[in-house]
Nanobody, 114 residues
Framework: QVQLVESGGGSVQPGGSLTLSCAAS????????IKWYRQAPGKERELVAT???????YYADSVKGRFTISRDNAKNTAYLQMNSLKPEDTAVYYC????????WGQGTQVTVSS
């Protein structure tokens, strides 16, 4: 019944922008902390950004100043706005919702290349 669906991934040139969405169902969305992770081929899964239930935000140093995490509880949706994209941002991006248990989305591919 719980479902997290990421969308908005794609291919973009360096310096470009993308906004990812994470649409949730089957949970009381406003009670969950939302995190975005990413995983590049051959690399460990990396925590990119977090937004808490009281709208505190946290970012990995590698994306600070370029990415913005947000949420719209009325729409049961979280977002990751990505600006000034770099080739090293290329990865599969995953949404993770956690309260007492945690739930993962299926991931969406982001590719940054010339």
């Amino acid at each position: 019944q719980v479902q997290l669906v990421e969308s908005g991934g794609g291919s973009v040139q360096p310096g470009g922008s993308l906004t990812l969405s994470c649409a949730a169902s089957g949970i009381i969305f406003s009670t969950y902390t939302i995190k975005w992770y990413r995983q590049a081929p051959g690399k460990e899964r990396e925590l990119v950004a977090t937004i808490t239930t009281n709208d505190s935000t946290y970012y990995a140093d590698s994306v600070k100043g370029r990415f913005t995490i947000s949420r719209d509880n009325a729409k049961n949706t979280a977002y990751l706005q990505m600006n000034s994209l770099k080739p090293e941002d290329t990865a599969v991006y995953y949404c993770y919702a956690t309260y007492w248990k945690g739930y993962w989305g299926q991931g969406t591919q982001v590719t940054v290349s010339s």
